[in-house]
């Protein structure tokens, strides 16, 4: 059986690793003061960042068309593909996942949606398990993404947790307590659910607590380290885990600025890691 993936642009997922799989990678909709831009062009991301401060509105998101993701079902399927794996960014915090779902319809059971339950690299390492074992078929694939799943850990450190505020993606009285407080919000992703799991003062404090969490555990197999905007900071905490825990972090590690489609709901000035324990 010949398995082809698609995924969606909040998977974050690195063009070489897209074009070494041979992923198909559709993107959603950022959409500032009115005007639409697909994911990734018309405005990179450190142009995002830099101006989303200052915007007097914040941005707000779309999903694909289910146009979109037809058009790429029915091109793997022309091309040999005899089954489509399509997963996607966490159904409870996105309406991707569903459109993805009524474009399947159109397909005869060729075409199967999964929810990762994650965003950024925490789908991405997902996805990426599927390709491993695609040559393998359909169930080899699912299975991967199962024990992935089961090993994944997401959490970030936000510079304030208005964005999210805005959002709708955390209740009101959790966010309002960061506001008031002036404090720095520890955030976990589990299950699809946005939940705060501590809070700090400052960015050095923030820090910190992430390399804790990351640390607890034992061994990984997959690390992103993740942020918006906030590339000398990343890079400052990838330099402390090396000097603390090389023997135990993979050879491999992402550095990835998130897409603006999830910064714009995070806010600039973020760090945070998606990890798969071995």
Same mark, same amino acid.
């Given at each position: 059986?010949?398995?082809? +993936? ?6 974050? +997922? ?27 062009? *018309?405005?990179? !991301? ?15 998101? %779309? ?18 593909? /005899? $089954?489509?794996?399509?997963? $996607? ?15 399947? #319809?159109?397909?005869?059971? &060729?075409?199967?949606?999964? /929810? ?11 996805? @990426?398990?599927? %390709? ?8 080899? %694939? @699912? ?12 959490? %970030? ?23 008031? @407080? ?8 589990? #299950? ?8 700090? &003062?400052?960015?050095?404090?923030? #820090? ?13 197999? !997959? @690390? ?32 990835? #600025? ?6 714009? $709901?995070?806010?600039?000035? *973020? ?8």
């Amino acid at each position: 059986m010949k398995l082809g +993936i698609v995924t969606d642009s909040t998977s974050d +997922i690195p063009k070489y690793l897209v074009e070494q799989y041979e992923l198909e990678v559709v993107p959603s909709i950022l959409i500032i003061d009115g005007k639409e831009y697909v994911d990734g062009i *018309g405005i990179s !991301r450190e142009e995002f960042y830099k101006r989303l401060p200052i915007l007097k509105t914040q941005p707000t998101t %779309a999903a694909p068309s289910i146009g979109e993701f037809s058009t790429r079902y029915e091109s793997l399927l022309t091309r040999g593909c /005899d $089954h489509i794996l399509s997963i $996607h960014a966490a159904g409870a915090l996105t309406s991707i996942l569903n459109v993805a779902k009524q474009a399947a #319809n159109d397909f005869s059971n &060729r075409v199967t949606c999964v /929810d990762s339950t994650s965003l950024s690299l925490g789908l991405g390492f997902q996805v @990426l398990a599927a %390709a491993e074992a695609a040559e393998m078929g359909l169930q080899a %694939a @699912l299975a991967a993404i199962e024990s992935a799943h089961k090993r994944l850990h997401v959490s %970030a450190a936000l510079d304030t947790m208005e964005y999210l505020k805005q959002s709708g993606r955390v209740p009101a009285t959790v966010a309002m307590l960061g506001s008031l @407080l002036r404090i720095k919000p520890l955030i976990e992703l589990t #299950n699809g659910a946005v939940k705060a799991i501590g809070v700090v &003062r400052t960015t050095s404090q923030a #820090n910190e607590r992430m390399l804790k969490f990351l640390l607890e555990g034992g061994e990984l197999k !997959r @690390l992103a380290i993740l942020h918006t905007g906030a590339e000398p900071r990343a890079k400052e905490f990838l330099n402390e885990l090396m000097q603390r825990a090389s023997q135990f972090v993979p050879r491999d590690i992402l550095m990835v #600025n998130v897409t603006t489609v999830i910064g714009t $709901h995070v806010g600039p000035n *973020g760090l945070g890691f998606a990890a798969v324990r071995k």
